[in-house]
């Protein structure tokens, strides 16, 4: 196989999350479940990162992306074909808070298919797990690099950067195929333009039903933070010194 | 009947909401107070494929109608932009585009519109003119025939991104009123490229809407081929009702758009803002005008589709008019209510520079004004709907 340099095309699988708006205001319906009453649902901000990043390299190289998403995702798949993916994948699989669980639904999926590169999200912009990507990546035996900040296709390989804590950055050569996530800021994600939209509309959505019973997380119980108080301290200047010390020492600063 | 939208319709929504979300107020602001044209905005409404919505697909564009344009401006208007989410579409695509689209000839649609769908051609249309005013058939600007050329001479005023456009549409007399048989005979549209040595421009300050610079024009001796006219000749009038009644549902949508812009951001400040006990959003004597004015730009708005609608399905400009005025007045009489209201939210602060609901303030004033007046569309409700006697004198 010989990608990139060579002018072959490459074949893109993105993985795309349907996910609840960070703006959303989330309310519990009860301790296991959050009320699904008005919350905002939106492609999740990575994979709009990742979906441009494939889409770039289709334009650059040539090929296929193929977008594939978990669970009741429509709207977001339908997003990402009108950006200038060529086909979309929906695996109506309801897979709640569990990356394991959506990583190999997708595996399933995936493993059927000819691939180059998969695309992820870092993580997602609800759970942030940040597992999915590199889940799935070792399920397919793919080696992979996280939080990726650009991409290079070079003679069958791909040379990429990888964003460290302390603004540190790591450049890493993986053989094709591979598994990337990228980090948001790798590009600047285009609009979805309205020919993008009537193209889109005669584009593929195939359902794909798969099975996975295993489960490896179990919900305990959802909370939502407890609300911080603030205290006004009142009194003279001696007073509220008093008092402050007074606090300090109850909660050990002093 | 059907009130829901399409999977298209719904996405050109969204993407327009992004595109808002992306030039909020504070750009606008900074635009408005140094008087510049908002280049990366139509940089991004233009990538996105927006200036060609109502252009067919062969000649670049999305081949949507009023409808979907509509959708768009008001998203547009309505996450941030106010005004400008109409305005620099009105100018290009209803003055330019759709008039090219509806009734130009194959030579001219292929000449413009592929330039025009990329964002690349900016328009504008020479209207109005002191005298003459919404008393359109009384413009004095003539066309007359110079072997195979046209000789254009005369003045018009408030032409909105003449000073930038590299395309003008000209409304001009090719018949005398006095030799016509008819009053809407004689009037003839012609097509120009810009900037043109034979026409002056010359900007006029104004109140609003300062990122777009509104101009007196004037053409003296403008020599145009013969193939710049867009026929039929002298019977012109009735083309330019095809423009002007979207260029009214534009500004219904402006209107809707601005004023949902300031109701929420007033809301915003309203739920946090006490000067009392309460926030002042818990008081009825500010809810309830907001609560009036948004339940009639609703109203409005509905309407106002249903004229799209009638457009996009080539019913008769008359009652296209109808509702397209119909839906204007209600539009902007809520809207005047609207912003109104979230200024006297802010207090003080409403009048600060800072709060911009100053800003949408200045912009809702010239719908009231602009296409017609309140006035005049209650005029045409009251003559063309009512079936009551004119009231004026032509």
């Known amino acids: 196989m010989k990608i990139g340099n060579g002018g072959e095309s490459l074949k893109i699988f993105v993985l795309a999350k349907h996910a609840i708006d960070t703006e959303s205001e989330i309310r519990l319906k009860d301790e296991k479940s959050i009320d699904e009453k008005g919350l905002i649902y939106d492609i999740n901000d ?48 309801e897979t709640g808070m569990d990356p394991y669980k959506t990583a190999l639904a997708i595996k399933d999926v995936i493993s059927e298919e000819n691939f180059d590169l998969i695309i992820a999200g870092l993580m997602s912009q609800d759970c942030n797990n940040a597992l999915v990507g590199a ?21 069958g390989k791909l040379r990429v950067t990888r964003e460290l804590e302390g603004g540190y950055q790591e450049e890493v050569i993986l053989q094709l195929p591979c598994l ?39 919900l305990e119980r959802m909370y939502l933070p407890p609300v911080k108080k603030a205290e006004l301290i009142t009194g003279s200047a001696d007073e509220i010194a008093e008092k402050l010390i007074e606090i300090f020492k109850e909660k050990g600063v002093i | 009947m059907e009130f829901s939208m399409s999977d298209e319709q719904r996405m050109i929504a969204d993407t327009a909401r992004e595109i808002a979300e992306d030039f909020p107020p504070e750009y606008w602001r900074e635009k408005e107070e140094k008087q510049e044209f908002a280049e990366e905005f139509w940089r991004a409404i233009s990538d996105a494929g927006f200036v060609g919505i109502i252009i067919p697909e062969e000649y670049g564009g999305a081949g949507m109608g009023m409808i979907e344009l509509l959708i768009a401006m008001e998203e547009l208007a309505a996450n941030g ?19 090219i689209v509806k009734h130009g000839t194959e030579k001219q649609k292929e000449k413009y519109l592929p330039k025009i769908a990329k964002g690349k051609l900016e328009f504008c249309m020479a209207l109005t003119e002191p005298d003459a005013g919404t008393n359109t058939l009384n413009i004095k600007t003539t066309a007359k025939k110079d072997g195979d050329e046209w000789v254009i001479n005369g003045n018009k005023i408030f032409i909105s991104g003449a000073d930038r456009a590299g395309g003008m549409l000209i409304v001009a007399r090719t018949t005398p009123k006095e030799k016509a048989p008819r009053r809407t005979y004689g009037i003839s549209l012609f097509l120009v490229e810009l900037p043109n040595p034979a026409i002056r421009i010359n900007p006029i300050p104004k109140h609003g809407i300062n990122y777009s610079k509104t101009c007196e024009v004037s053409f003296n001796d403008l020599r145009l081929p013969e193939d710049s006219l867009i026929p039929p000749q002298d019977e012109g009038w009735y083309l330019i009702l095809d423009i002007l009644n979207p260029e009214r549902m534009s500004f219904t949508t402006a209107a809707i758009g601005i004023s949902k812009l300031a109701i929420n951001k007033a809301i915003e400040y309203s739920k946090h803002r006490r000067v009392f006990v ?8 500010l809810q309830f005008p907001l609560a009036e004015s948004y339940a009639m730009l609703e109203a409005a708005k509905l309407m106002n589709f249903k004229a799209a609608w009638l457009f996009d399905n080539n019913v008769n400009y008359r009652e296209v008019g109808s509702f397209a005025n119909m839906a204007k007045v209600v539009a902007v009489e809520a809207g005047i209510k609207a912003v109104y209201w979230a200024m006297q939210i802010f207090g003080g602060y409403g009048y600060t520079k800072e709060y911009d609901v100053e800003r949408w303030w200045r912009e809702i004033n010239l719908i009231r004004l602009a296409p017609v007046t309140q006035q005049m569309a209650l005029a045409y409700i009251g003559e063309h709907i009512l079936g009551m006697p004119k009231s004026y004198r032509v």
Request: charged share 25%; glycine share 8%.
């Open chain 2, 81 to 99: 932009c106010g005004m400008a989410g109409v305005w620099y579409l009105v100018l290009t695509e209803v003055f330019g585009a759709l008039s």
């Open chain 2, 278 to 285: 309460d926030p002042i959003g818990s008081y009825q004597a």
């Open chain 1, 180 to 218: 990337i996530t990228v980090q948001s800021g790798i590009n600047e994600p285009r609009y979805v333009s309205i020919m993008g939209i009537k193209r889109a509309k005669s584009k593929e959505i195939k359902e794909v039903d798969v099975k996975v019973d295993k489960e490896m997380i179990e």
């Open chain 1, 46 to 93: 990575w994979d709009r990162y990742a979906i441009e990043e494939a889409i770039r390299l289709k334009e650059m190289h040539g090929g296929e992306v193929t977008v594939i998403g978990v669970g009741n995702n429509e709207d977001t798949l339908r997003k990402c074909l009108a950006m200038g993916a060529d086909r979309a994948i929906k695996i109506p699989l």
């Open chain 1, 135 to 155: 889940l799935l990546a070792s399920m397919l035996n793919l080696p992979f690099a996280t939080a990726v900040t650009s991409v290079k296709v070079e003679d």
